[in-house]
Antibody, heavy 116, light 106 residues
């Protein structure tokens, strides 16, 4: 079945870096755009970034642009999000999601806590 | 930046029809998706491309989009439908979510 499994979350200090990963299975990974979406505790969904199916196009929300890099490895069916200069306000559950149409499959999420 | 506005909360009695709105400038010119999220769970897409239901989503869920407003309608609302609902659209290459609506089934 179609499945997305995130990993890499944890508790980190402000200013540090973290790399999130998402392992995809059950579908043709290289066919679809892939997204990262986050949700701060008790808050709504916030889109973070998208990468096109072949990795050539990448777009970011204003809140992470310049601090984060989305990437994918179609040979390994994996999606990544490198997050640098982390801030307290980056604390959230981070979901990867399969795109087109809309975000039709979501992972279970990985929790990132930024705290001193 | 583009914004989508949803009411924070909507209440409905079991068996009645729940209506959740999502407003944005010329939203009718964009495709809208809707997601359901229950406490402690990941979001689930319930409507895509304004009106289409993914496989496995009950027929009581329907959507529409015209002008500046998209609407999610749940007919014959059940207790299991109590959840947060989010609308979503694309603005250029970006994805935009509404703030979410908490649906309470009283």
């Amino acid at each position: 079945q179609v499945q997305l499994v995130e990993s890499g979350g944890g508790v980190v200090q402000p200013g540090t870096s973290l790399r999130l990963s998402c392992a995809a299975s059950g579908f043709s990974f290289s066919t679809y755009d892939m997204h990262w979406v986050r949700q701060a505790p008790g808050k709504g969904l916030e889109w973070v970034a998208v990468v096109s199916n072949d990795g050539s196009d990448k777009y970011y929300s204003d809140s992470v642009r310049g601090r984060s890099t989305i990437s994918r490895d179609n040979s390994k069916n994996t999606l990544s999000l490198q997050m640098n200069s982390l801030r307290v306000e980056d604390t959230a559950v981070y979901y990867c999601a399969k795109g087109s149409p809309g975000l039709d499959v979501w992972g279970q999420g990985t929790t990132v806590t930024v705290s001193s | 930046s583009y914004e989508l506005t949803q009411p924070p909360s909507v209440s409905v009695s079991p068996g009645q029809t729940a209506t959740i709105t999502c407003s944005g400038d010329k939203l009718g010119d964009k495709y809208v998706c809707w997601y359901q999220q229950k406490p402690g769970q990941s979001p689930v897409q319930v409507i895509y491309q304004d009106t289409k239901r993914p496989s496995g989503i009950p027929a009581r869920f329907s959507g529409s989009n015209s002008g500046n407003t998209a609407t999610l309608t749940i007919s014959g609302t059940q207790a299991m439908d109590e959840a947060d609902y989010y609308c979503q659209a694309r603005d250029s290459s970006n994805v935009v979510f509404g703030g979410g609506t908490k649906l309470t089934v009283l």
